[in-house]
């Protein structure tokens, strides 16, 4: 059935459910407080003059009247939302909200910065989505790479846009629509996109079952990652390739899948066909065994990285790339 969103309301966070009551605004779709979505709808709210620090925390709070028994999520969030019955759009805060680590509901926000704003967009799957990160910290690896563009005079213009998604393939598959499938709305789409981190496959990959699927992957990932890259190239985009990480010990660990992961690395890092590579693996990989994330960096699933791991990444990253 449909969702009755019947207030939205954003305002500065002062931590946890606590808002900065004197920044609170309401706003409206089509000029109406409310507005109601048709399964698979989004709906865009009017314009609001209404000044967002860099880096800084946003609370939006939404009102529910009817809704479905399933709605839209971000599982991966690693953000908590409150979560309490009653007119509370407006409220200092939600001292008796159920808690859960998750987003619903909102998909995006537009902002409209003071200079010509350009925004550099990570596609991935949970390593770029953050998992291992700590919660309610902003310490994936592409928090750390808007912090470093911050604090460069020169690119303190550059936003960062994460486009990754928990269990995200490029071929099929896998946790929402593949990277193909999604490349227009989640890369192309947004407004001030000029560059794009593409680090994935480590799924595909993963989800090989038998040496003949693995070899299958290996050949066909280096043709997704082309198509991709010509769709960036002709909206006037760049787009830097990363390497996969090691997975060695983890659930996705045999001889058919690092072999896989050896052959599709090796493309990336030779064949050119990107504006430039990320070499995440050599910055991740354990030297004593190259196929195993290094223990520093390894939460201990020996698939994603932890912070450190995360931060590594984006030190990795040379922000003269993205020299407006």
């Known amino acids: 059935g449909s969702l009755d969103v019947t207030a939205v309301h954003v305002s500065r966070s002062r931590g946890g459910s606590a808002i900065e009551v004197a920044s609170d605004r309401r706003l409206t779709f089509a000029g109406a407080d409310s507005v109601r979505l048709a399964p698979g709808t989004e709906a865009t709210s009017d314009p609001l003059d209404f000044a967002v620090p860099a880096l800084g925390d946003l609370a939006v709070t939404i009102e529910i009247g009817a809704a479905p028994a399933a709605v839209t999520g971000h599982p991966g969030s690693r953000t908590t939302s409150y979560v309490q019955a009653g007119r509370r759009a407006s409220a200092p805060e939600l001292s008796d909200a159920a808690t859960t680590d998750h987003w619903y509901i909102l998909a995006g926000l537009d902002v409209v910065p003071e200079a010509p704003g350009l925004a550099v967009v990570t596609l991935g799957n949970s390593i770029t989505d953050g998992r291992g990160s700590g919660t309610n910290r902003n310490d994936r690896w592409p928090d750390d790479l808007a912090r470093r563009l911050q604090a460069d005079r020169r690119t303190r213009g550059v936003a960062v846009l994460n486009a990754g998604i928990g269990g995200n393939t490029v071929l099929e ?17 947004p407004e001030g996109a000029r560059w794009v ?96 994330l290094l223990p520093l960096a390894d939460t201990g699933d020996h698939l994603h990285p932890n912070e450190t791991g995360y931060r590594m990444m984006a030190d990795a990253i040379d922000v003269a ?3 407006p």
């Open 173 to 189: 598959g896998g946790l929402g629509p593949t990277a193909l499938a999604r490349l227009d709305r989640d890369v192309l789409a």
């Open 197 to 292: 981190i593409l680090l994935e496959g480590v799924n595909d990959i993963g989800g090989a079952r038998d040496s003949a699927s693995a070899a299958a992957v290996a050949r066909n990932l280096p043709l997704a990652y082309r198509e991709i890259i010509d769709r960036v190239h002709a909206r006037g985009l760049r787009i830097y390739g990363a390497t996969i990480t090691p997975f060695g010990g983890s659930h996705y660990d045999g001889a058919e899948r690092e072999a896989a992961r050896q052959a599709v690395n090796r493309w990336i890092r030779t064949s050119g066909a990107f504006d430039a590579v990320i070499d995440f693996d050599a910055v991740l990989r354990d030297p004593a065994q190259p196929a195993r």
């Open 321 to 323: 790339w993205f020299l």
